[in-house]
């Protein structure tokens, strides 16, 4: 078997490559785990702006990829940046972080929302204050409130996972879910995209979805218990890099062989997974070019030139016979820039 681009892989993949090897050899670090720095705006000549990115979550390689594609294009555009995040993906902690971010009234917001409904009024009043909002991965139930929304095509995500644990099991079997919680915008669409996936396997039988709270300890003992309910499971689909950690500590720990596992996210412990042969494929997004964008569609915002109200980025499907491919290794997540 060998996989290369998901379908949805075009221009948006290839420009996000670029805009992360300039992350790289930009001079900022990891501001979502440092707690916040910020980076002065070096270059431009027309109005240097304010802007803050809140992450998910610190430290979550997804959004440290993010943050490095964002600060080579603020960085290029002569945007002050600022990078924080929650401790946890968890709205009752980016709740206080938006607040305080508010109370300094940046230009703009790339935010991406720890829950589709409880965050939007934390948002609404960044948008009241007057901060230009961009929505950045994960969305809102109302998202009218933001210039501009910048994500993977999450359901088209979910139902390329099905069809990946399709051809892996032959067409027939048990498949499982294991996801994070309810309300997040991205991963509820990639297990709504799965489920309407299996719909063209008939052979496949569903045995359930599980929540793991973003705690990859958790995705462990849903994996075991699992498998202790249905020994016979085939396959499961893991929604997002914790998940996929602890799908395969799991499947370690069961000392289970054979079970295939598709995952969202490609973060250096889940390529390790891959290459150790307990996950199967990575469906890898392009974090660095939702960051590049973010920056873009602010700028476009505060200039009053046009905005795109919804961009689609892509993804690259990494498996083991395709893992040295350039392609690949360039949508690998970064812990650093
Ligand atoms: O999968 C990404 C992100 O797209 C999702 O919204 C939350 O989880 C991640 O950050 C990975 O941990």
Redesign the pocket.
């Known amino acids: 078997m060998r996989w290369t681009k998901g379908p949805a892989l075009g221009a948006a993949a290839v420009l996000a490559v670029g805009g992360l090897a300039a992350g790289c050899g930009s001079s900022s670090n990891d501001k979502s785990s440092t707690g916040g720095a910020s980076t002065a705006a070096s270059s431009g000549g027309g109005k240097s702006y304010d802007m803050t990115l809140i992450t998910?979550?610190k430290g979550?390689e997804?959004?440290v990829t993010m943050g490095c594609g964002a600060q080579a294009e603020a960085s290029r555009q002569g945007v002050n940046l600022n990078i924080q995040g929650p401790d946890q993906?968890d709205p009752s902690l980016q709740t206080p972080i938006v607040n305080a971010v508010a109370a300094k009234k940046p230009d703009a917001v790339l935010i991406?929302p720890t829950d589709s409904k409880a965050m939007f009024a934390p948002i609404q009043q960044l948008s009241s204050g007057g901060s230009k909002i961009v929505l950045v991965?994960?969305t809102l139930d109302q998202p009218a409130v933001a210039v501009s929304q910048i994500s993977?095509d999450n359901v088209a995500g979910g139902r390329q996972a099905a069809a990946a644990i399709s051809r892996l099991v032959g067409g027939s079997g048990k498949v499982a879910i294991v996801n994070?919680k309810p309300g997040?915008s991205?991963?509820d669409q990639r297990s709504q995209g799965f489920k309407d996936g299996l719909r063209a396997s008939p052979g496949l039988s569903f045995v359930g979805e599980q929540f793991d709270d973003d705690d990859p300890a958790r995705a462990a003992s849903i994996t075991k218990s699992m498998l202790a309910k249905d020994p016979d499971l085939k396959a499961i689909f893991a929604t997002?890099?914790?998940a996929a950690e602890g799908v395969a500590s799991g499947l370690r720990e069961a000392g289970k062989r054979g079970v295939r596992v598709v995952t969202?996210?490609a973060g250096p412990k889940n390529v390790e997974d891959l290459r150790a042969g307990t996950v199967q494929a990575l469906i890898a997004?392009d974090p660095a070019a939702i960051g590049r964008d973010g920056i873009d569609q602010a700028v476009a915002a505060l200039k009053g030139t046009t905005t795109k109200p919804r961009i689609t980025t892509g993804f690259t499907t990494i498996t083991r016979d395709n893992l040295s491919d350039p392609a690949s290794q360039a949508a690998i997540y970064k812990s650093g820039c």
Request: proline share 0%.
């Open positions: 998910g979550v979550d997804f959004y993906f991406a991965d994960t993977s994070v997040i991205t991963t997002n890099i914790l969202f996210d997004q």
